[in-house]
């Protein structure tokens, strides 16, 4: 068995490395409230404008970004299904709506002459 004067002084214990259970403490910016995060990532950028290295979108890169996004949202497909269910839906009881307005306005127009 090793001395402590063979390891360099320490323990052959491990006594200093215990973890604590539970999730890690907080440090840095994510320790920060959110109004305090904010307001230093707005002096970032704004420093980045003035200085001319803050990144701006063209349209291209744009269109770009959201079709990346539309083929990630496309890829699940129970969820396109309920949005085009939602959208059958919707559209069907605007039609209802618009059909009843104009049968009602037709009763109005019968009851003038």
């Keep these: ?6 390891n360099g002084g320490k323990s052959s214990g491990n006594q ?4 604590k259970s539970g999730p890690p403490a907080k440090r840095g910016f994510a320790a920060m ?25 063209d349209s291209e890169e744009a269109r770009r ?5 539309g083929e ?3 890829r699940n497909r129970a969820h396109m299904a309920d949005i085009g269910r939602k959208g059958g ?3 069907q009881s605007a039609q209802r709506a618009a059909a009843a307005a104009a049968a009602q306005k037709g009763n109005r127009q019968g009851d003038d002459s």
């Design 65 to 69: 970004a959201g079709q990346k996004g």
């Design 89 to 91: 839906e919707s559209r």
């Design 72 to 74: 990630a949202v496309s």
């Design 1 to 6: 068995m090793a001395t402590s004067k063979e």
């Design 33 to 57: 409230d959110q109004n305090q995060q904010r307001e230093i990532a707005s002096k970032g950028g704004q420093a980045a404008h003035q200085k001319g290295t803050a990144h701006e979108f």
């Design 16 to 19: 200093g490395n215990a973890q």
